[in-house]
Structure formats: C-alpha cells, structure tokens
C-alpha cells in the first residue's frame, strides 16, 4: 500500500545545504568577529616554559579580553572557544609564570583532594619565573594590537 507522500530527494538535499550554509557563515557571533592570535614569549630570550597570557581592552568597557596559556615559549589565545582568538583591537596585556611545587599539597591528599591550606600554601612559595611587574596589565608595559586576519604577537621580556 503506497501512502500518499513522495520523497524529493532534491529538496532534503536543498534543505541540508541551507542549515550547513548558515553555519559556515558562522564566523561571527553576538560577541563579535574574532581573529585568530599567537606568538611566542621569551624572557631574556630564552623561552618561558610555563605560564598565562591575558589581554585585556584598552578601553576599559568596550571590548572583551582574551587569554591563553604558555607551553614552551608560545601561546594561542581564547576569548570564547579554544583557540578562537580576540576582537580586533587595542589591548593592555599582562603575563604570568611561575613554579609551584606540588610536593607537599601531594603527600597530604586524603581521598583524591588537596586541602586548600597547602594549596594556599605552595601558590604563596611559588617561584616567579618572570619578573611580578608583568603580572598586571597597568605595569607589565606590554600592549598588542589584534588586526583582521591571523596575528602574530611576539612579547620578548627583559627586567
């Protein structure tokens, strides 16, 4: 017994061509067209192993920052997904590294959690592997513009 609907299997393929259409025009969102940011951060030219990158608007409301880690001397920043980069624009950026030791916040884990107090504790001791000025976006000295297409930031540190 045949019903009394056909399939047009142009028009299943029209509609699934319109849906991907409309995602790959995706580009910008309610935030805004991002461009993909990265580069590389040395201090005394050697590069940082380990740390955080934040750029932050220069213009105090107007904007939205971006941030990332450090692995190895280089970066990728992220404003919403992974990777997606900044909104165009002038930006204060700030930058820290340092190095915790772990070992006693290890030896007195009960049940798979660290106690905050020697959390606390090691965030305190860390080693700073840059210089504290460029932790904050007001005395770091450091400034980025994001342009339209890929950027290439290079932060090359000094005392």
Do not use: W
């Amino acid at each position: 017994m045949k019903s009394g609907r056909t399939s047009h299997p142009g028009a299943v393929g029209l509609v699934a061509l319109v849906v991907v259409g409309s995602l790959v025009g995706c580009g910008d969102d309610e935030i805004g067209r991002r461009y993909p940011v990265s580069g590389s951060v040395q201090y005394k030219g050697q590069p940082v192993a380990h740390g955080r990158i934040s750029f932050i608007p220069a213009k105090g409301g107007e904007g939205r920052a971006a941030a990332g880690e450090i692995q190895d001397g280089r970066y990728a920043l992220t404003t919403v997904t992974p990777d997606d980069g900044a909104l165009p624009g002038s930006y204060r950026v700030s930058l820290m590294a340092k190095e915790i030791d772990l070992t006693q916040v290890k030896a007195n884990q009960k049940g798979g959690s660290a106690r905050p107090s020697d959390v606390i504790k090691a965030n305190k001791a860390a080693k700073n592997l840059i210089p504290v000025k460029y932790a904050s976006p007001e005395t770091s000295g450091q400034t980025a513009q994001v342009k339209e297409g890929p950027n290439t930031i290079d932060f090359d540190l000094t005392d």
